[in-house]
């Protein structure tokens, strides 16, 4: 992880579940890290998966996972990861976070 984190170098999926994942150019929680995806030859991270955000109703609906590619990861601090989406599949990112708040309002 290298440049990316603030402070040590290791971090363990443990610590990586506690952290809560702020996009930085509007300031949106996305939520918390569930998975990590790592390359074909397990090299290393090709992704941080975040879980669809669940109210009381969620488990009626299926909403979809956002995955954070690695290059869009900017730091890893000491209790939050930063992420910049405005490269990618920003787009495709926003509808998951507009779709599962708009079937939130719903239910």
Known sequence: MGDKYLGKNVITLTQ??????IE?????????VSDIIFDD???GIESLVIPPQGGFFSI?????EIKIRWDQ????GVDIV???LSNGNSK?????LNNNE???KLL
Request: aromatic fraction near 8%; hydrophobic fraction near 40%.
């Open 102 to 104: 708009d079937d939130e």
């Open 16 to 21: 990586l579940r506690q952290m809560e994942v």
């Open 82 to 84: 930063l992420v910049d």
């Open 60 to 64: 009626f609906k299926k909403k979809d």
């Open 41 to 43: 030859e397990l090299n």
């Open 73 to 76: 990861i900017r730091v890893f």
């Open 92 to 96: 495709e990112i926003n509808n998951i």
């Open 24 to 32: 930085i150019s509007e300031g949106k929680r996305l939520g918390f």
